[in-house]
């Protein structure tokens, strides 16, 4: 066993089975970074990857007594950089986690966290049910990275984000201590809601080793409308003109740069000339739906839609929900990309987009924004050549301003990704200075030592 640093993790791995602790230098590259990129991504003393909540106890409690940090992972989907690996800590990897039961009588899921979103959707669905959260990267991201983020999705404007869906969870704490939150029951007011608290805490408060997740009857069959407008101001006020009378299933928005890089990747007919676009679904049965859809298509009309577009057929309308998916990888082959995911309330959609134009535009950089427009949040896409340093200096100027901008519109720095460690500076502007105290009271109280993913959100 190698001596990395200054611990010794022989000891760890004599209290483990043979192979989950790893210390070869090749595999543990391969987990310095997440999708954040973080340029000052250090190097894990070693990989843990346990199978049970008891192997992730004994990695606490051997690293809890050695004063080793341990930084918890999933699938390394973070965009946020809340996986990022810090030098001298053990990576703890729950990728081989990934037992599953579906219970059909209580409609719940009981899933392990290294299972990925996109299996607990298929085994739900095998089951007559269905599991709405549904970030972009669904076929890539862990349930329990989706826990520690409160992740969303296309879906949740009118199916909520993952805590709506998080009915119980087993967690291990900081100590070694393994404790049961919740249950398989939809009330329970028994106590503090311990559940919520760690559902977005971002690895800080404890190690999450076990999900009960509620399910829902299958979603109904669902309509799709596509608009195209000139500009990024018109769609916007079409997102209010279609909020303001319902809560569709889907509103998705594209801008021009975006589009082109989509067609460009996936040759789908995407009209290039579109200055954006709108992807919208409705899933009421029936006459309902057919109202909901009349009102989209009004809407977009009313806003100055070019071109306005409505598909029943679920190949059509999973081309465009596809589309709208590759947006952040279509984006990528522009250049590096500082990702944003700042959100405001539906109102002050219009000024926050035509607020990052004019960010772009003084920065002189280029800036796609897609959005899950039908909750008001937004990914504006900064593209940048690191390797230009007076052009990454202006983009992470732009970086910073967007989230001033976003917390100036009474909104928030993340609606979905999480602060990670490429945020935090802009949160105490957010949050103000007594949640800040708040938060770190907590944070303390479970975590006295602060070994539990040190560099994030604080």
């Not at 404790?179 to 977005?200: I, Y």
């Not at 579109?274 to 977009?300: K, N, T």
């Not at 590759?326 to 002050?348: F, K, N, Y």
Request: with cysteine; net charge negative.
């Amino acid at each position: 066993m190698s001596h990395m640093g200054s611990t010794d993790v022989t000891g760890l791995a004599e209290a483990l089975a043979p192979g989950m602790v790893v210390t070869d230098p090749d595999i543990l590259g391969a987990y310095r970074f997440d999708r954040a990129n973080d340029p000052d991504a250090g190097t894990p003393l070693a990989l843990v990857r346990p199978t049970t909540t008891e192997d992730v106890q004994t990695t606490v409690r051997w690293c809890a007594a050695n004063g080793v940090p341990i930084i918890t992972r999933g699938a390394g989907t973070s965009l946020s950089g809340g996986s990022t690996a810090v030098d001298g800590a053990v990576t703890l990897s729950t990728e081989k986690m990934r037992n599953l039961t579906i219970d059909t009588a209580t409609r719940t899921a009981v899933a392990q966290p290294g299972l990925l979103n996109a299996e607990v959707k298929a085994a739900a669905a095998e089951n007559g049910l269905w599991y709405p959260p549904d970030p972009s990267s669904f076929e890539i991201c862990s349930i329990g990275g989706n826990v520690a983020t409160n992740a969303g999705g296309l879906c949740c404007v009118k199916y909520g984000v993952t805590t709506d869906y998080v009915l119980g969870l087993q967690v291990v704490l900081a100590d070694g201590r393994a404790v049961r939150l919740g249950g398989k029951q939809l009330k329970d007011s028994a106590g503090l809601p311990l559940t919520k608290l760690f559902v977005g805490s971002e690895g800080l408060l404890g190690i999450v080793t076990e999900v009960t997740l509620r399910l829902l009857p299958p979603q109904a069959p669902a309509c799709t409308v596509v608009g195209s407008f000139s500009s990024v101001r018109a769609a916007s006020e079409a997102v209010l003109a279609v909020t303001a009378q319902i809560r569709p299933a889907m509103l998705e928005f594209m801008d021009s740069v975006s589009i082109n890089a989509v067609e460009d990747m996936l040759k789908m007919g995407l009209d290039r000339n579109a200055g954006a676009l709108l992807v919208a679904q409705s899933d009421a049965p029936g006459p309902a739906g057919e109202a909901e859809v009349a009102i989209i298509e009004q809407a977009f009309a009313r806003c100055g839609a070019g071109e306005v577009f409505a598909t029943a057929d679920p190949v059509e309308s999973e081309a465009f929900t596809q589309a709208r998916r590759a947006a952040i990888p279509a984006v990528e082959r522009l250049g590096a990309l500082l990702l944003e995911d700042v959100g405001v309330p539906l109102p002050a959609l219009p000024d926050l987009i035509d607020g990052v134009e004019a960010i772009a535009a003084a920065n002189r950089v280029l800036i796609s924004v897609i959005a899950h427009a039908g909750d008001g949040n937004t990914h504006p896409l900064i593209v940048h050549d690191p390797s230009d340093a007076d052009e990454t200096a202006r983009a992470n100027a732009a970086f910073g301003q967007i989230m001033d901008l976003a917390i100036s519109l009474g909104g928030t720095i993340t609606g979905e990704h999480g602060v990670g460690r490429l945020k935090k500076g802009w949160l105490r502007d957010q949050v103000g200075d007594d949640v800040m105290d708040l938060t770190k009271l907590i944070k303390s109280a479970l975590d006295p030592a602060g070994l539990l993913n040190p560099g994030v959100l604080l």
